[in-house]
Protein backbone atom coordinates (compact mmCIF):
# COMPACT_ATOMS: atom_id res chain seq x y z
CA UNK A 1 0.00 0.00 0.00
CA UNK A 2 1.46 3.57 -1.11
CA UNK A 3 0.82 6.55 1.08
CA UNK A 4 -1.81 8.88 -0.02
CA UNK A 5 -0.32 12.37 -0.76
CA UNK A 6 -2.96 13.64 0.87
CA UNK A 7 -1.95 11.97 3.91
CA UNK A 8 1.61 13.21 4.30
CA UNK A 9 1.49 16.62 2.42
CA UNK A 10 1.74 18.24 5.35
CA UNK A 11 4.98 16.71 6.20
CA UNK A 12 6.65 17.21 2.77
CA UNK A 13 8.59 19.97 4.66
CA UNK A 14 9.69 17.98 7.39
CA UNK A 15 10.71 15.17 5.06
CA UNK A 16 12.74 17.75 3.26
CA UNK A 17 14.58 19.53 6.32
CA UNK A 18 15.37 16.19 7.72
CA UNK A 19 17.35 15.44 4.90
CA UNK A 20 19.13 19.04 4.89
CA UNK A 21 19.78 18.70 8.24
CA UNK A 22 23.51 17.19 7.97
CA UNK A 23 24.51 18.84 4.27
CA UNK A 24 22.97 20.94 1.02
CA UNK A 25 21.18 18.58 -1.46
CA UNK A 26 19.29 19.08 -4.72
CA UNK A 27 15.78 18.52 -5.76
CA UNK A 28 16.48 14.72 -7.60
CA UNK A 29 18.94 13.74 -4.67
CA UNK A 30 16.18 14.40 -2.17
CA UNK A 31 13.58 12.78 -4.25
CA UNK A 32 15.53 9.19 -4.45
CA UNK A 33 16.23 10.01 -0.60
CA UNK A 34 12.55 10.14 0.29
CA UNK A 35 11.94 6.82 -1.98
CA UNK A 36 14.72 5.49 -0.32
CA UNK A 37 13.72 5.95 3.35
CA UNK A 38 9.99 5.14 2.99
CA UNK A 39 10.89 1.84 1.46
CA UNK A 40 9.29 3.06 -1.87
CA UNK A 41 5.99 3.83 -0.14
CA UNK A 42 6.15 7.40 -0.82
CA UNK A 43 7.37 8.80 -4.10
CA UNK A 44 7.14 12.68 -3.67
CA UNK A 45 6.04 14.45 -7.45
CA UNK A 46 8.55 16.88 -8.85
CA UNK A 47 6.00 19.24 -9.03
CA UNK A 48 5.24 19.15 -5.20
CA UNK A 49 8.89 18.77 -4.28
CA UNK A 50 9.94 22.27 -5.72
CA UNK A 51 6.75 24.06 -5.15
CA UNK A 52 7.96 23.15 -1.39
CA UNK A 53 11.51 24.54 -2.12
CA UNK A 54 9.72 27.81 -3.40
CA UNK A 55 7.82 27.58 -0.35
CA UNK A 56 10.01 27.55 2.37
CA UNK A 57 12.99 29.63 0.64
CA UNK A 58 10.32 32.30 0.76
CA UNK A 59 9.94 31.79 4.20
CA UNK A 60 13.76 31.64 5.23
CA UNK A 61 13.28 27.74 6.11
CA UNK A 62 15.98 27.13 2.87
CA UNK A 63 18.65 29.02 1.09
CA UNK A 64 19.33 27.90 -2.47
CA UNK A 65 22.68 28.31 -4.14
CA UNK A 66 24.38 27.18 -7.71
CA UNK A 67 26.97 24.27 -7.84
CA UNK A 68 29.35 22.69 -10.00
CA UNK A 69 28.14 18.88 -9.79
CA UNK A 70 31.30 17.23 -9.07
CA UNK A 71 30.23 13.47 -10.69
CA UNK A 72 28.91 15.30 -14.27
CA UNK A 73 30.05 18.76 -14.19
CA UNK A 74 26.64 20.66 -14.51
CA UNK A 75 25.58 23.11 -12.72
CA UNK A 76 22.94 22.33 -10.08
CA UNK A 77 20.65 24.61 -7.64
CA UNK A 78 21.17 22.93 -4.22
CA UNK A 79 19.63 24.04 -0.77
CA UNK A 80 20.63 24.18 2.60
CA UNK A 81 18.48 24.37 5.77
CA UNK A 82 19.04 27.88 7.69
CA UNK A 83 18.66 28.64 11.33
CA UNK A 84 14.97 29.72 11.07
CA UNK A 85 14.58 25.74 8.84
CA UNK A 86 16.00 24.41 11.94
CA UNK A 87 13.49 26.16 14.63
CA UNK A 88 10.79 25.23 11.81
CA UNK A 89 11.31 21.37 11.60
CA UNK A 90 11.78 21.11 15.75
CA UNK A 91 8.68 22.65 15.61
CA UNK A 92 7.04 20.45 13.06
CA UNK A 93 8.39 16.99 14.65
CA UNK A 94 6.58 17.95 18.04
CA UNK A 95 3.40 18.71 16.10
CA UNK A 96 3.65 14.95 14.36
CA UNK A 97 3.91 13.64 17.99
CA UNK A 98 0.83 15.36 18.38
CA UNK A 99 -1.18 13.90 15.53
CA UNK A 100 0.17 10.95 16.28
CA UNK A 101 -1.37 11.01 19.57
CA UNK A 102 -5.05 12.40 18.25
CA UNK A 103 -5.36 10.35 15.30
CA UNK A 104 -4.07 6.93 16.70
CA UNK A 105 -7.44 7.77 19.26
CA UNK A 106 -9.46 6.93 15.94
CA UNK A 107 -7.55 4.13 14.89
CA UNK A 108 -9.06 0.80 15.51
CA UNK A 109 -7.22 -2.03 17.34
CA UNK A 110 -7.14 -5.90 16.60
CA UNK A 111 -10.60 -6.65 15.11
CA UNK A 112 -12.71 -4.34 16.57
CA UNK A 113 -14.75 -3.70 13.49
CA UNK A 114 -14.93 -6.29 11.22
CA UNK A 115 -17.36 -5.46 8.66
CA UNK A 116 -20.70 -6.78 9.92
CA UNK A 117 -21.71 -3.63 11.66
Known amino acids: MDISSDVIRGYNDTMILYLLWEQPSY ?16 IIKETTLYSAFTRMEKNG ?16 TYY ?3 EAGRKYYREKCEEWVL ?4 VEKFILKGDNRNGND
Open 80 to 82: RIT
Open 99 to 102: TQEV
Open 27 to 42: GYEISKQIKTLSDGKY
Open 61 to 76: YIESFSSQSTDTGKRR
